[in-house]
């Protein structure tokens, strides 16, 4: 099994210190490189990286700004126990997993090899919010056709939209335009987040 690498990126450098120390240990995951929030395209240009490992702190508004700065990598997401949790706002802005701050290293490892290799990851709690909130119909006007459906399902692998066309023997252009399509009608911003709508709606399985 190859290891994901992993940069780990946090404006606080003992907070990356010690994320650091507790990946270490584990085999399906090597840190490749740390670096601050401004820092990260010049720590992408300077390392193969597979997954990034972000510690908000308080900037949890900065999302945006560091999934457009990953250039397509997945961005997993370390978030504090509190109720308060921004992890709705970090999903809808492309962050691809949550974790909570401060999980064993093995939990912590196994959840970034998910994220890289493509999968979302939750924690139990945020999941049991998403599945409790009100579903859409899956037969109202704003269904999902038979192709779109195949297209979602790819996306839940982690497909890019090259990847589906392959897949489907379609155009590049038409794989986007399903894709397109399938945030429309789930009322989603990012792939991240239709991939969570759909797991909550029952349309897809993680």
Excluded: Y
Excluded at 21 to 48: H, K, R
Excluded at 110 to 121: D, E, I, K, S, Y
């Amino acid at each position: 099994m190859n290891a994901s690498r992993v940069l780990l990126v946090g404006d606080d450098p003992l907070s990356r210190a010690g994320v650091a120390a507790l990946l270490a240990p584990e085999p399906v995951v090597q840190v490749a490189a740390q670096a601050g929030l401004e820092e990260v395209p010049g720590a992408l240009a300077g390392a193969a990286v597979d997954v990034l490992c972000w510690d908000p702190g308080r900037e949890e508004g900065s999302a945006g700004r560091l999934v457009e700065a990953a250039g397509g990598l997945p961005v997993l997401a370390l978030l504090g126990a509190g109720a308060g949790s921004p992890g709705a706002g970090l999903l809808r802005a492309g962050v691809r997993a949550l974790v909570e701050r401060g999980s064993p290293g093995p939990a912590l490892a196994a959840a970034l090899h998910a994220t890289a290799a493509g999968f979302a990851v939750l924690e139990p709690r945020d999941a049991r919010a998403w599945l409790r909130a009100p579903a859409a119909s899956a037969d109202g006007p704003d269904a999902l056709t038979p192709r779109e459906a195949e297209v979602l399902a790819l996306l839940a692998e982690g497909c890019s939209n090259k990847a589906i066309a392959a897949r489907l023997g379609v155009s590049e252009h038409t794989a986007k335009f399903h894709v397109n399509a399938i945030l429309g009608k789930l009322g989603a911003a990012t792939r991240a987040e239709a991939i969570v709508l759909a797991a909550r709606r029952g349309l897809v399985l993680l």
